[in-house]
């Protein structure tokens, strides 16, 4: 792996929704059948979310909340907006909110945009050609020879595998400079009715865009003090598990199953996972310096915590980003990751995050400023044993 990555930025919406009023709003969108709106403000009260942003919030006035394009449930099978009607407000929505969280990302590298040569995009959440891509090639002043990839529908792992794309891009070419982009306006995708699957999603889910710069090893930029490279990346579809979560386009919006059983499916894998790419590069979980987990939810992280016996604070950040913003699927862990870096959180770092198959991605990043014990790896042609002041 050669990917060193040097700017970081994150957006999200102008306005933001405390779940309380979240909770006031499902109810009036007919998520809670009559008699069981206990149920329904159990459930978000339990996610222990306390803000989350959407690009549907409009000017309050005189209440707490508004937005006007959900409509009020005229009937028990009204499932509100088409999915025509969402995925436009995407096309709307998105780029501008990419925009902001990639021009944070180049000022955080100092790199011009002239000067990235291969821009990855990554979303589930909408479609849409000419898109986002373009969107940014056009506002950022991208050159207009810069190689365009998209990483599509993939979930809340999809950062990982753009982050492999561009990982692919500056080992083929050293002197590469990718920019990575990842959107995502999940409150599009609110449904209608009582179903227990899309009431959890609906409780959970929120906008957001994280970007990443990244350079090879060929740029002058590379070795820069404190920035992290990705030193191996893992990805393993868990076994008996492919029910257990779906993302799937429907008539009005996107519809996703999750299964009570994912916490346990993840916890049951998990040690052996990041045990095992540890092990690849002379590691152990007692070296890891700081945690980047997706946070799927509070029931995922504490069945992280306690599959690798980690101490509560470790997972602080993710529980942190899941209470003010929500689960931003794959911008999420890029929030994190931003908030280790200002944090200056020691090395290495283990990444992972989760999706549909059900499918984990993991990532263990190490910063070439910070020592790191008993490292013993092959990345780009060069072995890296014991202690050593910059790991390669």
């Known amino acids: ?26 109810g009036e969108l007919s998520n809670a059948a009559p008699g069981r709106e206990r149920t329904l403000a159990a459930i978000y009260r339990h996610t222990q979310i306390h803000t989350r942003g959407s690009v549907l919030l409009e000017e309050p006035g005189d209440r707490a909340y508004a937005q006007s394009f959900f409509p009020p449930a005229l009937h028990a099978t009204d499932g509100g907006p088409t999915t025509a009607s969402r995925n436009a407000r995407y096309c709307e929505e998105a780029g ?67 982050l492999r794309v561009a990982d692919a891009f500056v080992t083929a070419s050293p002197q590469s400079v990718v920019l990575v982009v990842c959107v995502e306006l999940c ?13 959890v999603a609906n409780s959970i889910f929120a906008d957001g865009a994280g970007a990443v710069v990244g350079v090879g090893s060929g740029h002058r930029t590379a070795a820069g003090a404190g920035a992290w490279r990705i030193a191996a990346q893992s990805s393993c579809v868990l076994p008996d598990s492919n029910d257990q979560m779906s993302w799937i386009i429907g008539d009005h919006g996107f519809e996703m ?15 052996g996972l990041v045990t095992t790419m540890l092990g690849e590069l002379g590691l152990t979980l007692t070296d890891v310096g700081s945690w980047a987990v997706h946070p799927g939810g509070p029931r995922v992280l504490r069945a992280v915590q306690q599959a ?26 890029l929030f994190i990751l931003e908030r280790l870096a200002r944090s200056r959180t020691p090395s290495p770092c283990v ?34 044993i014991n202690e050593v002041d910059e790991v390669i």
């Open 351 to 384: 990444a992972m995050a989760f999706g549909p198959g059900l499918t984990a991605e993991l990532a263990v990043l190490v910063r070439s400023d910070q020592t790191t014990a008993t490292v013993t790896t092959i990345c780009d042609e060069t072995i890296v």
């Open 257 to 271: 199953s999750l299964s009570s059983q994912v916490p346990d499916t993840i916890a049951g894998s998990i040690r």
């Open 96 to 162: 501008a909110l990419a925009w902001t969280a990639a021009r944070k990302a180049l000022a955080d590298a100092v790199i011009s945009p002239a000067d990235v040569t291969h821009l990855v995009t990554c979303s589930c959440t909408g479609f849409a050609n000419p898109g986002v891509d373009l969107q940014l090639v056009h506002q950022l002043g991208l050159p207009a020879e810069v190689a365009r990839t998209h990483v599509g529908f993939m979930g809340c792992h999809g950062a990982f595998n753009a």
């Open 187 to 199: 409150s599009l995708h609110f449904q209608y009715g009582t179903a227990t699957d899309s009431v």
């Open 1 to 26: 792996m050669s990917l060193t990555l040097l700017g970081l930025g994150t957006a999200t919406p102008q306005r933001q929704i405390a779940q309380s009023n979240a909770l006031r709003l499902a």
């Open 308 to 333: 690798l016996d980690l101490p509560a604070a470790s997972l602080e950040p993710s529980f942190a980003i899941l209470s003010e913003h929500g689960n931003m699927s794959s911008a999420t862990i």
